[in-house]
């Protein structure tokens, strides 16, 4: 007779983790935004440190984005949100 083969152990489940709020906060639309327009750059053919440049300068943001930056004091209240946790 032909040896059995040892049963398999079974592969936990893994759970999914959930997130209580799933809206993001300006300051973190902003930061998705800018990442969004260094990578189009990128892709676009600029170079990394030219791709930088437009990033960090505002004036350089296309006319048609009508996303404006939270303002330093909004930025502010939503770090010390974050240390309270």
């Known amino acids: 007779m032909a ?3 040892p049963p398999r152990k079974k592969q936990p489940v893994k759970r999914v983790r959930t997130v209580k709020d799933e809206s993001y906060t300006e300051l973190e639309m902003y930061c998705i935004w800018l ?3 260094y ?3 990128i ?3 600029f170079k990394s440190d030219v791709a930088m440049a437009f990033v960090m300068d505002k004036g350089s943001y296309p006319s048609w984005v009508s996303y404006k930056a939270p303002s330093e004091d ?3 209240r939503l770090l010390d949100e974050e240390d309270d946790d």
């Open 3 to 5: 040896a059995r083969k």
């Open 35 to 37: 990442n969004e327009y």
């Open 39 to 41: 990578r189009s750059l």
């Open 43 to 45: 892709k676009a053919g």
């Open 74 to 76: 909004e930025i502010k």
